[in-house]
């Protein structure tokens, strides 16, 4: 569908939108509208306006700009999102966007009741900035490009974009690992590290010394790449395999709380409750008939 109408998009534009079924609003990832936009210094959009208004714009949109620049002011703060870079907004806040030369975006508005969570922790972990440089290795652009594609086409089902939306933002939250040949990068390094060390006193600064880093800019590497803490990582680790000790052998919960690492029978239980939800003795009881 051309784009003819809207102040400062080129007439090469395209926009196209998407009404979610009851069932997709109850259980996928869906999208509501989309478009390619050519944009010059004309365009600009007030969140005030008669479509900022609409329900199909009051959920999250995800920009990727391929060309020029692209202001955007959000909760009283100003970002400039530049090509290559994509901006995440949350259209039921305060916003605006200007151009103030040419530009051009790709943009998709979703919606789901799992899109904010995902919006949230991948801005928390771009250090609270909606705006930022995907991963080299996430495929951000092709997976806008193609879910704009589906649209226009309109061969697609409901459960199939979710699908694609979901991948969208998986990428973003965790970029793909480009495979290491011979496992020497610093999270592969770290990874191996605490295997070997799993059930041993760990501190941050230890582990960032086995691969060769700070720790402050190892923590940052190890939660891109893995979407832990370093921390989480081994306590989950650890409670993986007391989970397996408890269905496997007759050692006592405080024999075991000792055996993965833990100092005392009581900070064991805490931890094992809070992350598993039953205490160890209820989980150790659960049975498979």
């Known amino acids: 569908m051309k784009v003819i109408t809207e102040p400062g998009v080129l007439s090469q534009s395209e926009r196209y939108f998407s009404t979610p079924s009851a069932l997709a609003q109850q259980l996928f990832f869906y999208l509501t509208r989309c478009g390619h936009y050519y944009c010059d210094h004309h365009y600009h959009f007030l969140d005030s306006c008669d479509v900022g208004k609409l329900e199909s714009h009051k959920n999250f949109l995800l920009d990727y700009i391929r060309k020029g620049s692209m202001e955007i002011e959000a909760d009283g703060k100003t970002y400039l999102a530049e090509a290559g870079q994509i901006a995440l907004t949350d259209c039921r806040r305060p916003h605006r966007f200007r151009v103030s030369r040419y530009a051009e975006r790709i943009w998709i508005h979703i919606d789901g009741r799992q899109v904010r969570p995902f919006f949230e922790q991948i801005i928390a972990f771009h250090a609270g900035r909606p705006v930022f440089t995907p991963h080299p290795e996430s495929r951000t652009e092709r997976h806008m490009t193609e879910l704009v594609s589906l649209l226009k086409n309109g061969i697609h089902t409901e459960a199939d974009l979710s699908k694609r939306i979901y991948a969208l933002l998986c990428d973003l939250l965790i970029p793909p690992a480009q495979p290491s040949a011979d496992c020497q990068d610093p999270v592969s390094l770290a990874l191996d590290y605490m295997k070997r060390h799993l059930f041993e006193d760990l501190s941050v600064r230890e582990i960032a010394s086995a691969a060769g880093l700070s720790p402050s800019h190892f923590s ?66 659960t049975r498979f008939f």
Do not use: C, M, W
């Open 220 to 285: 940052r590497q190890f939660r891109s790449r893995t979407g832990f803490s370093p921390h989480e990582y081994l306590i989950l680790h650890r409670i993986d395999e007391a989970k397996s000790l408890l269905h496997t052998t007759d050692l006592s919960v405080k024999e075991i709380a000792y055996r993965t690492g833990y100092h005392s029978e009581v900070n064991f239980i805490s931890s094992f409750t809070g992350k598993v939800g039953l205490s160890p003795s209820a989980f150790r009881n």
